[in-house]
């Protein structure tokens, strides 16, 4: 309970700090992000990206190291992140992997590449990229990886439809998020705090459920990284036989 209070503290305060900081005040819409090139209409992934570690850093970089070295990466595997932010991520892939980190925010970007110099990250590249909308190929990735942005942009099925396309069959997707509880009372309170965290840039309403339907993914397994989280892990592996007749169709 104590870790669900600090996050929501540390929401309502980001909140507060963006909303003083910011001379406009912060629009309430969902952003048409791939057609302004903005992430969201939340300014913490371009105009306060600078705050950004400050506040979601001590939250989200242990769950992600915990969660990247559970996969044992072997070497030579391709791996692709989508919405990578700051790179809180970057440490944890080894170094004898391939790594493409893609997020729609040039400013989160900018502050991961000067991550990348100081660690001279050679492994990895970054490149500004629309998530729901992926230039890669179909079946070009080992493992496919999106923390804490599944439900950032507009259209959560079609990110993890293109996590899935770009995932080679056999491949693993592995998402962190947060998933609206099948607990009736909890989503409920849960629900309450929706309008907060959308102005800060996600929605809490999705489930697990709804994010995995339709896509040609089996469900490994689902895992919290500590029992008050509020944050679920996602391992889900591309069907072989989806991605084949797939193949056959074209
Ligand atoms: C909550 S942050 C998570 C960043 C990082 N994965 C982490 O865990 O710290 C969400 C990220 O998603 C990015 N984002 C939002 N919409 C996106 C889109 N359509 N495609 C790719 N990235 C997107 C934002 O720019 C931001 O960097």
Known sequence: MLY????????ASAY???KSVSANGITMDMPNSASSGRPHSSKIYYDLS???DKIFERVFKRRIFQVVNRLNIPAGARVLEVGVGTGLSLNAYPRHAEVTCV????DMLDIAAEKMTKARHG???LMQMDGQNLKFDTDEFDYVTAFHVVTVVPDPAKLVNELTRVCKPDGQVVIINHFRSPRPYISAIVDLADPVTR????STRLSLDKAMEGQSLALQQSYKTSPWSLFTVVEAR???EAAAARRRAV
């Open 50 to 52: 600078g705050l950004y």
């Open 103 to 106: 997020d729609l925010s040039q």
């Open 199 to 202: 102005r800060l840039g996600w």
């Open 4 to 11: 669900a209070v600090t996050s929501l503290r540390s929401a």
């Open 238 to 240: 591309k069907f072989a």
């Open 16 to 18: 507060h700090a963006f």
């Open 123 to 125: 492994h990895i590249k």
